[in-house]
């Protein structure tokens, strides 16, 4: 493995580590259906205002989520729609492999 393909593993891996976490995936599928703000969020995944806020600077800082501006509100949406097949093709893995990734104990927090 090279160098850069080593690189290009690591960038993978962080993505995945980014939506690990139940509170940001939540959030994130609640995105796929689009633009909403905060307080959209929060009434969605039932997180939260300061764990929805939290979650929500670190998928922007990571480059995930958009933010704008409204009056006293701001807006969140996917940085890139093709997060939403990334989902629906993560959900049809799944319905394949649940009964044995359910089964194992390897990802257990």
Same mark, same amino acid.
């Given at each position: ?6 690189? $290009? *593993?690591? *960038? ?9 976490? =139940? ?14 703000? *905060?307080?959209?969020? *929060? ?6 205002? =300061?764990?929805?806020? #939290? ?5 922007? $800082? ?5 933010? +704008? =501006? ?9 940085? $890139?729609?093709?997060?939403? $097949? ?13 009964? +044995?990734?359910?089964?194992? #104990?390897?990802?257990?927090?």
């Amino acid at each position: 493995m090279t160098t850069e393909s080593l690189t $290009d *593993v690591e *960038v993978l891996a962080k993505l995945f580590r980014g939506l690990s976490d =139940p509170s940001r995936l939540g959030i994130v599928q609640t995105l796929t259906a689009g633009e909403r703000s *905060v307080s959209q969020i *929060v009434a969605a995944t039932g997180l939260s205002q =300061p764990n929805v806020s #939290g979650h929500l600077s670190c998928l922007r $800082d990571c480059g995930l989520v958009t933010s +704008r =501006p409204h009056g006293r509100s701001v807006f969140y949406a996917l940085a $890139d729609e093709r997060m939403e $097949d990334l989902l629906l093709a993560a959900g049809d893995i799944l319905c394949r492999v649940s009964g +044995r990734l359910c089964a194992c #104990g390897r990802y257990e927090r």
